[in-house]
């Protein structure tokens, strides 16, 4: 069983590539973070090694070692388990040690590469010599939610499948159907989600996750109204936040734009798109008293400040001038 929620196409193309024997020796995985790419990964590296006639059967030793990480042919490397900044040649050097070696337990070696944009130059280049002449039995998985930060080579030596977040409606019935969420449960993580099941899954199992957000969004809220004294704070605390976790202040300015998103979608007419469905009189509330044309010009103003974040602007100055500029 495909544990790939949403996305049938591309599990019929690899089941179609599995029974015709025809499988590539690499893929590059391409999609959003949460869309799917880790499990589909872990699905073709099971369907791979499985033991039963309907790879991958989730039942057999291999399925289920592959599923708890434990299964010696299986690798992944990704910047979470090094805690580095990118994934460097002394990886790709030892994955290449290990794939010129036959399988151990099982028919296949599979090497799982998460966020594949953080190889460095020299990494690239070397994992593209193993790209260009892979040893017998072996598959590399490539994931990458930034594709254009992929050196070109790599990509061309892959076969690319792209996972796309799902539309609002498929994503609410796969909740409704295959988790018994209850509709407007269903709607509302369908929007958060943006289309990226694994973030659905994951709120359901841990509710932190909503509560987490929920704070953000009444935060969000409160700083619109707030005055410079209070923008300022928010900003400074931000920044210091920026210090110990990018990911984290990222994911707090994609949270701001889509608040100025929902805004100009409200004062438009079109609420029926709102993502923060469940926000909707505090968005209705605010724009009241805002025009278009400066929702529209903040939206700019806050791609333009996580575009400066990425870049190493000062953050303190970056977010201070976002939240100076706020109409
Ligand atoms: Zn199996």
Same mark, same amino acid.
């Given at each position: 069983m495909w544990e790939l929620a949403g996305h049938s196409r591309a599990i019929r193309l690899f089941q179609q590539s599995l029974s015709s024997g025809q499988l590539s020796h690499a893929y590059l995985l391409v999609g959003?973070?949460?869309?799917g790419k880790s499990t589909l990964a872990r699905n073709l590296a099971q369907a791979v090694n499985?033991?039963?006639? $309907?790879?991958?059967? &989730? +039942?057999c030793t291999s399925c289920r070692r592959i599923a708890a990480s434990k299964h010696s042919d299986v690798h992944t490397v990704d910047l979470l388990s090094l805690e580095k900044k990118e994934i460097g040649i002394r990886q790709i050097a030892e994955m290449q040690n290990v794939a010129h070696l036959p399988p151990f337990e099982g028919r296949c070696k599979v090497f799982i590469f998460d966020?594949? +944009?953080?190889?460095s130059h020299e990494a690239a280049n070397s994992l593209l010599k193993t790209l260009e002449e892979p040893p017998p039995n072996t598959l590399m998985i490539l994931l990458t939610?930034? +594709?254009?930060?992929?050196l070109p080579t790599i990509a061309s030596r892959c076969q690319r499948v792209e996972l796309r977040p799902l539309p609002l409606q498929a994503m609410t019935d796969l909740l409704v159907k295959d988790?018994?969420?209850a509709p407007e449960k269903a709607d509302l993580l369908a929007r958060l989600s943006r289309g990226c099941p694994g973030w659905a899954i994951a709120a359901l199992r841990d509710e932190a996750i909503l509560s987490d957000r929920e704070q953000r969004m009444a935060e969000i809220a409160s700083i619109c109204s707030a005055g410079t004294p209070d923008r300022l704070a928010y900003a400074a605390d931000l920044a210091a936040l920026f210090s110990k976790s990018r990911d984290k202040v990222a994911g707090i300015l994609g949270m701001w734009l889509e608040w100025w998103r929902d805004l100009l979608l409200v004062k438009c007419g /079109?609420? &029926?798109?709102?993502? /923060?469905? $469940?926000q909707k009189a505090r968005l209705l509330a605010q724009a009241e008293k805002l025009a278009p044309k400066s929702v529209a010009a903040f939206l700019r103003d806050i791609a333009a400040a996580g575009e400066q974040l990425e870049l190493n602007a000062n953050p303190r100055l970056a977010l201070e001038v976002l939240m100076l500029r706020m109409p």
């Open positions: 959003p973070a949460h869309v499985c033991e039963s006639a $309907d790879p991958p059967c &989730q +039942e966020r594949a +944009e953080m190889l939610a930034r +594709e254009s930060a992929l988790y018994r969420v /079109n609420g &029926q798109w709102v993502i /923060n469905a $469940d």
